[in-house]
């Protein structure tokens, strides 16, 4: 089979062809990849779509109303929705310093949930 | 009258990383002034990742981008203004600071314009009808969302396909709201590709090219737009007319870079790309005023608009040095068939140039050349041109020997 796409992981874009056999998965070939990574991509994409998100949750007490986070590793792109309900539970007080993890695990994935802004506490 | 020898404006990527990289070559003499009590710019509020593939080779996400800087400028404890606008500047490099510690006139020897861009609004595009709440130009929504803690509206149409409307499409759907469309006049995205697949496409958000929107409905709060289909050459469809039901508006319709100041100063800017007009050292009209970032052109990436800071540092350390002799002449870098822009607009031909170009439609299978009338000094191939993706190429100072004049053209 043939599939046009475009890879996301750099800003590059790069509009892969990508041939595959689904019986055969070593039989794998990508065109117009501009770096190694478009192969890892396309395959992935094909076999296990995953995505990283980022959103924010409400912080208590901060210098500004909102912590931004992320999760740190892409997670399959159906468990998107379950991710973000669960982010959606936490209940932060400041401080808050980036990096910090908020939630290991998320969701049954093996993904972490981290703090990527410090947020300092105010009285 | 205070004098320093470098005043960078503005504390974004560009400012930050120029601040930086100053120290790092031994000039000890920088401030550093930032109108937000935070320093980083825009990207405080762009919580999604994807900054700093180039520069730190890995993925982060717009405050850790910020940090990593931050942290650096505490390291070589680097004097920065922040809460404090530089209000007027003249063409003597003097400058009024203010801020809650009042107001001083100071001057530079160098200065740096790094004050980044702002937002086209509805004015800027002329949309036609009432102006009930719930329109926002895409970047405020991003701030109110992601800073402020406020929900902009739950069913959603996006103007323009601008990077920015993108990430916020993705940033509405995981909080919730429906985004219904976007809608874009042109018969391409104005958006990076990419987007248009983790934005868009991942969340089933359709994207209707040559299409606008011609009238907004509600009173006190949007009701309801309408849109039509465009011909080829940009009008309206009769006919075509829709509506789609929707409670916000959204517009990301174009970034302009924030060139108050400059042009109070006596700075050149130039008609396309709304920054200032530059030569290959990156200095503006004025002597020892340097330009970075999207103050200067509207970059699509944070760390382009970083190097950019980077490489202005060390130009700006020679000119402090006397080091950045006057150029003989200056060659004026023509714009040719298919490109929409071409920096540095000005060159000696004695110096290596890497020229950014942005194209003008999308293009495939073609070659970038650049000449000097009918000699090529430098051809290459490229299987893809997008106007959202900025272009480069690296000609060096033999290679532009002699030259008369030069052109850089899509064929
Ligand atoms: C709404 C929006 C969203 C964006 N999203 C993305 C994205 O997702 N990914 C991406 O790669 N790029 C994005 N960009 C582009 C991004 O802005 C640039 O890549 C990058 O931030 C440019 O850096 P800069 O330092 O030139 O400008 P900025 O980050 O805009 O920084 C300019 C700084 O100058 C300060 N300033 C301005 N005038 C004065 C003054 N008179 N006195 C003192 N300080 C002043 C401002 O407060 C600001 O902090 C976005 C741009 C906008 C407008
Ligand atoms: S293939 Fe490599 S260069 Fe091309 S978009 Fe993917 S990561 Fe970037």
Excluded at chain 2, 131 to 142: E, F, K, L, N, S
């Amino acid at each position: 089979m043939t599939k046009e796409m475009i890879c996301i992981l750099c800003p590059n874009g790069c509009n892969l062809v990508v041939y595959f056999d689904e019986k055969n998965p070593d039989g794998f070939k990508v065109e117009n990849a501009l770096c190694p990574k478009g192969k890892e991509y396309a395959q992935s994409e094909i076999l296990d779509p995953r995505r990283t998100i980022a959103t924010s949750v409400r912080v208590e007490d901060g210098e500004i109303p909102l912590v931004s986070v992320k999760i740190d590793r892409p997670i399959p792109k159906n468990k998107i929705f379950d991710v973000m309900r669960e982010i959606k539970k936490l209940k932060l007080k400041a401080p808050i310093r980036s990096g910090t993890i908020l939630i290991s695990k998320v969701a049954g994935t093996e993904a972490n949930v981290i703090a990527t802004k410090t947020v300092e506490r105010v009285k | 009258m205070i004098e320093r020898d470098v005043v960078i404006i503005g504390a974004g990527p560009a400012g930050l990383a120029c601040a930086v990289k100053l120290k790092e070559i031994g000039v000890s003499d920088v401030l550093l002034v930032e109108r937000e009590k935070k320093l980083g710019g825009i990207l405080n509020q762009c919580i999604h990742d994807g900054f700093g593939l180039h520069n730190f080779k890995e993925s982060l996400t717009g405050p850790e981008y910020i940090e990593r800087y931050v942290e650096r400028l505490k390291k070589f404890n680097i004097d920065v203004l922040s809460d404090t606008m530089v209000v007027n500047l003249f063409q003597d490099k003097s400058m009024i600071l203010s801020g809650p510690w009042g107001r001083e006139r100071i001057r530079a020897k160098a200065i740096v314009l790094a004050m980044g861009c702002r937002e086209r609004t509805a004015g800027a595009i002329g949309l036609a009808g009432s102006r009930p709440a719930g329109i926002y130009t895409a970047g405020v929504a991003q701030r109110l969302m992601n800073i402020d803690n406020y929900m902009v509206g739950n069913e959603v149409v996006i103007l323009g396909s601008g990077d920015v409307g993108l990430i916020m499409a993705r940033r509405l759907t995981l909080e919730g709201a429906r985004v219904l469309m976007v809608l874009e006049k042109l018969p391409y995205s104005s958006g990076l590709p990419r987007n248009i697949v983790q934005c868009l496409e991942d969340y089933g958000i359709p994207l209707y090219l040559k299409t606008t929107v011609t009238k907004v409905y509600g009173k006190a709060r949007v009701e309801g737009v309408e849109y039509v289909s465009l011909d080829d050459d940009g009008k309206p469809i009769p006919g075509s007319e829709r509506f789609v039901k929707c409670d916000t508006l959204l517009l990301s319709v174009g970034l302009i870079p924030e060139n108050e100041l400059s042009r109070e100063a006596g700075v050149e800017i130039h008609p396309i790309t709304g920054g200032p007009i530059v030569n290959d050292t990156y200095q503006t009209n004025i002597d020892g005023v340097f330009a970075a970032g999207n103050v200067l052109h509207v970059h699509d990436l944070a760390d382009w608009a970083s190097m950019e800071g980077e490489l202005v540092a060390e130009f700006a350390k020679r000119y402090l040095e006397g080091e950045l002799s006057k150029a003989k002449r200056w060659i004026d870098v023509k714009a040719g068939k298919g490109i929409r822009y071409v920096l540095p607009h000005k060159i000696s031909g004695e110096r290596d140039v890497n020229f950014l170009f942005r194209v003008d439609s999308p293009y495939k299978n073609r070659y970038i050349i650049v000449r000097d009338k009918d000699r090529v000094i430098k051809k290459r191939r490229v299987i893809n041109l997008h106007p959202a993706v900025m272009e480069n190429i690296n000609v060096k100072s033999e290679e532009m020997k002699g030259i008369e004049s030069l052109e850089v053209m899509v064929e």
